[in-house]
């Protein structure tokens, strides 16, 4: 079986997903941290390692100005949820935060014919972490 950047690229995707879903149905503590900031905590970071992705799509000719612009605001939301917001409220800018990392990458994605398995990966993956984010948020509200 040969593996391809694809296949590894696909399997990690899915693996960067298994932290929201382990966090949303873990006890509110483990080892003594509480999983709902540590599930936020992980967010912004994985936001802003894809908002990192645009930033590096744009540089080798796969973005515009409005995708450079996008990358560093989006990752600058990403932080601002850590430290300007109630958990809910950080929460729920977080998943629109996903919503509008997906949009970005609609934008440098649907012109490539190459890259549409990538596209459809994104939309999944972007579902399951959404209902994630669905979980964590009733867990903290209810």
Known sequence: M??????ISTLLTYCGA?????????PSTVLGFETAPAFLSYGAVIASFMAGALWGSAQ???GDLVIIVASNVLALIAFATLVA???????LVQVLLFALLLIADHRTLSTDPSRQWYWKLRIR????VALAYGVML?????
Do not use: E, K, M, N
Not at 85 to 91: D, E, F, N, T, V
């Open 138 to 142: 009733f867990r903290y509200v209810f």
């Open 85 to 91: 917001s109630p958990l809910p409220i950080a929460l």
């Open 2 to 7: 040969t593996v391809t950047p694809r296949t």
């Open 125 to 128: 993956v972007t579902a399951l």
């Open 18 to 26: 298994l932290p929201f879903w382990l966090l949303a149905f873990a």
């Open 60 to 62: 080798t000719g796969r």
